[in-house]
């Protein structure tokens, strides 16, 4: 008969939640199984053992079988951690949810949390070593680079959706305002990106002489402009309307027709030139009016 012995654990934040009764039990092939008495930890599934999980419910077999998208957060999560580390420890999916609710602690959303998470962020949560933290980071970066491909220079962009790859990689996660040109040659060909300012969590700031300073340094025949809302929404600020407007009459006057002005945020973008009237407002020159990021369903 297996022996077991009872523990009382503690509970600090970032750790395990709170456990009446720990019961380890040493089976006979001396692996340690372990059972949680306290209600909240085994209702969240921390206890469940994958291997006591048929094959097509364990999370690996289930991207297999079924593809990544069938999987929640938590599988996903736990497919790239593994089983928890130290004792008592967790299944990989345990780990996975642990991981999430810590994160959730903050009243923010977990995958926003992630997309920032640093490793003493995560070397503090209980279950979470160097190497899983090393993993994840990892993980999560190869994935930005991966969804932020950078268009090469000499590319055509023909849509916003281009532009807005050329701008991602500067642009799109970043914790601060960014605002930046894109500096194009007459046949709309990709020259160069830079990132003019560097503002706070809300707001940036950028004035058209800076714009088209650097559109001039750029060798620039056309630009379009940029910037990033940390906060994921997609939605212009009335000085986001009014600084468009300024540069649109500039462009007039320097002869650099602005071709869009793009806002970027939670892996989305959006084109002030297709959902706002300021083009048609302050109307550009005729290169301008046969600018290649227009919707064509315009």
């Not at 069938?70 to 790239?80: F, H, K, N």
């Not at 709309?188 to 560097?198: A, D, E, F, G, P």
Request: proline share 7%.
């Amino acid at each position: 008969m297996a022996e077991r012995h009872n523990v009382t654990p503690f509970h600090s934040p970032g750790t395990l939640p709170s456990l009446d009764t720990v019961a380890f039990e040493a089976s006979p092939s001396g692996e340690v199984l372990i059972e949680y008495a306290a209600a909240d930890l085994s209702q969240a599934g921390y206890s469940i053992r994958l291997k006591d999980l048929p094959d097509g419910e364990r999370p690996r077999e289930r991207l297999f079988a079924l593809g990544p998208k069938s999987l929640s957060t938590a599988e996903l999560l736990a497919v790239v951690l593994g089983p928890g580390q130290g004792s008592p420890g967790l299944s990989s999916v345990g780990l996975a949810q642990h991981v999430l609710s810590v994160l959730r602690d903050s009243n923010a959303d977990a995958l926003v949390k992630l997309q920032h998470i640093e490793s003493g962020e995560l070397l503090d949560i209980q279950g979470i070593g160097p190497a899983k933290a090393a993993t994840l980071i990892a993980a999560l970066e190869l994935g930005k680079r991966v969804f932020q491909r950078r268009p090469l220079p000499g590319t055509v962009l023909d849509d916003p959706r281009v532009a807005a790859d050329a701008l991602a990689p500067q642009l799109m996660w970043e914790t601060q305002e960014h605002f930046a040109v894109v500096c194009l040659n007459i046949k709309h060909q990709l020259l160069s990106t830079k990132v003019l300012t560097k503002g706070t969590s809300s707001e940036t700031l950028a004035h058209p002489k800076d714009v088209f300073v650097a559109a001039l340094r750029g060798n620039a025949a056309r630009i379009i402009v940029a910037h990033n809302h940390p906060s994921g929404s997609l939605s212009p600020s009335r000085d986001d309307i009014t600084l468009t407007r300024q540069l649109l009459q500039a462009a007039n006057i320097m002869g650099i027709p602005l071709l869009d002005h793009l806002i970027l945020g939670g892996g989305d973008f959006r084109s002030l030139r297709q959902t706002t009237m300021l083009w048609q407002e302050e109307p550009q020159d005729e290169a301008m009016q046969k600018s290649p990021t227009v919707n064509r369903d315009e």
